[in-house]
């Protein structure tokens, strides 16, 4: 059964860093691109960034381009996100998820497009 679990969420003030992990059991995902998403109360979930099989390529949403990084280490099947410059407004449920196809594909941004979610870290970012 593929498991999926991330960490490493908790409380930090704004202009701080955070690291978060999502480390997958079960099955193996490093021929998948990898995504991660948040959601804040009362709003849907919106994409945040992937990374490629490989590694060599990522993509990242506006909101957080420059300030957040994606990384994965293939042999532990892990995938991270590094946050710094935190904001308020970052403060949400972070969850990873494989893409449902392999391959690369960088217009892939919607819920739909990755599946087998984790239960999620919560990120809260005081002012």
């Known amino acids: 059964q593929v498991q999926l679990v991330e960490s490493g969420g908790g409380l930090v003030q704004a202009g701080g860093s955070l690291r978060l992990s999502c480390a997958a059991s079960?099955?193996?995902?490093?021929?998948?691109?990898m995504g991660w998403f948040r959601q804040a109360p009362g709003k849907e979930r919106d994409f945040v960034g992937a990374?490629?099989?490989?590694?060599?390529?990522?993509y990242y949403a506006d909101s957080v381009k420059g300030r957040f990084t994606i990384s994965r280490d293939k042999a532990k099947n892990t995938v991270y996100l590094q946050m710094d410059s935190l904001k308020p407004e970052d403060t949400a449920v972070y969850y990873c998820?494989?893409?449902?196809?392999?391959?690369?594909?960088?217009?892939?941004?919607?819920?739909?497009?990755?599946?087998?979610w984790g239960q999620g870290t919560q990120v809260t970012v005081s002012s």
């Open positions: 998820a494989p893409a449902r196809r392999e391959g690369w594909d960088p217009s892939h941004t919607m819920m739909s497009d990755f599946h087998s």
């Open positions: 079960g099955r193996t995902w490093s021929t998948y691109t």
């Open positions: 990374i490629s099989w490989s590694g060599a390529n990522t």
